[in-house]
Structures are given as structure tokens and as C-alpha cells.
């Protein structure tokens, strides 16, 4: 069964401070990975997909197949960084349509 | 242009009764889908829409729940029989048909469905 693990509720930093949020996930074969965000009172969107390699709003997220994470990663955080962050897989298996989220981690940013 | 809207955007109801939530997808999106966000959880899958037939129904979780989509746009998750674990926010998206492989589902902003 297809599972992604997020193991932080809530990750609390200062501004400026580097931000790792954790995914891990389990999958027979080869997903692709998302990362979703939420900002406060606004809809779920897509942040990166790992097949397109990019640095979006200076978050970046590596691929590791050998360790199944596909960890996000800033190196100074910005207030207005905060927000729920979902990780998500899309597998061979359903054609690549449907998504698997992960429970989220809240990011909190204080100045 | 306009993105995926979705109505009501709360409905409370009492356990038992039927309700329909409506979605409306971006202009020309072949494929939507249907998901379900309890408290404290990520979105859980529920269906898949490609056109005017389910593609995907595996994540329903019983017979209570089902969807229909009859003319390729809009789309109406129905619930029958309410149950308090009904309770959730029903989120919908949309996705353009393309290449094969994923397509980027973009996200309505979601009804809160409270069952009493």
C-alpha cells in the first residue's frame, strides 16, 4: 500500500533560520513526489514536483530513493513562508492521476 | 481566469439527512477529483473523474457516497444517511487532460461539511 509519513505536526523556527520539513514514503514501484502548501484562509496549491528539479520561493526538495524521502528544504525561512505544507505521491498505478497526502506539517516562521 | 469553486462553502446537517456538494472546474479541465480532509489529517482520495464517467472510485468509502459528473463539467458528490464521521472539509480539483503522467490538480476552496 502507498503511504507518505510526515513525522512534524508543527516545525517552529526564527526568521532567518534554515527549514527542513520530513516526508518519507512507501511505494512499489516509482511514484512521483509533491509538495502542496496552504497558506492561511487560501485554497491548497502545488509548491514543486520533484520530476521538474526547481527552487520555487526558495524551498527545494531532493528525491532519495534509497532512503524514500523527499525532504523539503530552505536555508533562511521568511515569515511569510508560514503555512501547511503537505507532501503528496502520485504512483504508476493510478496512471499518475491521484494523489496521497501526507497528515501536513505546520510551519510557523517568527520574526 | 476563474479558478475551481465549490458550493456550498459550509452546510450543517443533521445525521441521517441526504446532502449534495457541488463543484465547479476550471473551464476546459477533463479531469476532477474528489477529496475528503478530516481534522488533523491530509486530503484522502475519494474519485476520479476523466469526461462524464469515474475513472477512479476506489477511495468512497461506502455506498453512502457517490458522485456523478453527467455532462463533462460540474460535478456533485452525494452523500446519503449522515453520519457524524461525515464530518470534514470536501475538496475538489481539476486537472487538464495532457501527455501521460500527472497533470497539475489545482484546488477549489472547499466545503465544510458538519454533521450534528
Known amino acids: 500500500a502507498q503511504r507518505v509519513t510526515q513525522p512534524e505536526k508543527l516545525l517552529s523556527v526564527f526568521k532567518g533560520a534554515p527549514v527542513e520539513l520530513k516526508c518519507n514514503y512507501s511505494y512499489s514501484g516509482s511514484p512521483e513526489l509533491f509538495w502542496y502548501v496552504q497558506y492561511s484562509r487560501q485554497r491548497l496549491q502545488l509548491l514543486l514536483r520533484?520530476?521538474s528539479r526547481e527552487s520555487i520561493k526558495g524551498f527545494t526538495a531532493d528525491l532519495n530513493k534509497g532512503e524514500t524521502s523527499f525532504h523539503l528544504k530552505k536555508p533562511f525561512a521568511q515569515e511569510e513562508d508560514s503555512a501547511m505544507y503537505y507532501c503528496a505521491l502520485s504512483g504508476p498505478g493510478s496512471g499518475y492521476s491521484t494523489l496521497t497526502f501526507g497528515k501536513g506539517t505546520m510551519l510557523l516562521v517568527s520574526p | 481566469g476563474a479558478g475551481v469553486s465549490q458550493t456550498p462553502s459550509n452546510k450543517v446537517t443533521e445525521k441521517g439527512k441526504y446532502v449534495e456538494l457541488r463543484c465547479d472546474p476550471i473551464?476546459?479541465?477533463?479531469?476532477l477529483y474528489w477529496y475528503r480532509q478530516s481534522l488533523g489529517q491530509g486530503p484522502e482520495f475519494l474519485i476520479y473523474?476523466?469526461?462524464?464517467?469515474?475513472?477512479?472510485d476506489s477511495g468512497l468509502p461506502n455506498d453512502r457516497f457517490f458522485a456523478v459528473r453527467p455532462e463533462g463539467s460540474v460535478s456533485t458528490l452525494k452523500i446519503q444517511r449522515t453520519e457524524r464521521g461525515d464530518s470534514a472539509v470536501y475538496l475538489c480539483?481539476?486537472?487538464?487532460?495532457?501527455?501521460?503522467?500527472?497533470?497539475?490538480?489545482?484546488f477549489g476552496p472547499g466545503t465544510r461539511l458538519t454533521v450534528l
Open positions: 480539483a481539476s486537472s487538464a487532460a495532457g501527455l501521460a503522467g500527472y497533470n497539475e490538480q489545482f
Open positions: 473551464s476546459g479541465h477533463t479531469a
Open positions: 520533484h520530476i
Open positions: 473523474f476523466q469526461g462524464t464517467g469515474a475513472a477512479d
